[in-house]
């Protein structure tokens, strides 16, 4: 039996989001506004039914697929918002669950450090995919469980304040979030990110953190 771990569409992709698939991704990358959807399961396997079903039903192109130990991971996007929410309910009626029926997010971690110190800085840029976070800058961290849904929660804080993404990891047992900037924005960001994670109903699994 496959469980629905996460799905999320998301309407159009922010330009810090896109590049940073485009960068990191192996597949098909996606650009700026295109419409996109995030599918996670288990077991991990499962997840190559799941990219069948999705490129069999639709003409949406994968950015993402990733098969780790326990969850599998799928990215697909288009231009056109119809393919993706098309691809969305092949999915479903492939696996043979409902939307309702997906995890619903716990947010794990929402911290905000302000005026990052010049090392903690460094070691966070070594481990980093995306934008340099600067000494001084304020450090917006998020985690999730289920992870897929990190990147719903970085795409809406993209659109409300002007930060920079430092790094986003949507697979494993957490999604990891790192958004930097200055400390208003950085408030914005973290509020829309928290807000953006709380609208997505579902499963109750596990306890919310928080810490």
């Known amino acids: 039996m496959v469980t629905l771990r996460t799905y999320v569409f998301v309407d159009a992709l922010q ?45 949406v192109t994968p950015a993402v697929q990733v098969v780790e130990r326990a969850y599998g991971l799928l990215e697909v996007h288009h231009d056109d918002k119809g393919q993706v929410l098309q691809a969305g309910r092949a999915i479903l009626a492939g696996l043979g669950v409902r939307e309702e029926e997906r995890i619903a997010p716990n947010v794990v971690t929402h911290q905000i450090i302000r005026g990052i110190e010049p090392y903690q800085a460094q070691i966070v840029n070594r481990n980093s995919s995306g934008m340099m976070l600067l000494p001084g800058e304020s450090l917006f961290i998020m985690e999730t469980d289920p992870a897929g849904y990190v990147v719903f929660a970085a795409n809406e804080a993209e659109k409300a304040a002007r930060v920079h993404l430092v790094h986003i990891q949507p697979y494993g047992a957490f999604g990891r979030l790192y958004m930097s900037g200055p400390e208003a924005e950085i408030d914005a960001a973290a509020a829309a990110a ?8 579902g499963r109750k699994v596990g306890v919310q953190l928080d810490r």
């Open 194 to 201: 928290r807000a953006a994670v709380e609208s997505i109903t």
């Open 15 to 59: 330009p810090q989001l896109a590049s940073f698939m485009g960068k990191t991704a192996r597949g098909f990358l996606p650009i700026p506004g295109q419409a996109s959807l995030w599918v996670e399961c288990a077991p991990g396997m499962a997840i190559h039914r799941v990219t069948d079903t999705a490129l069999k039903a639709t003409s």
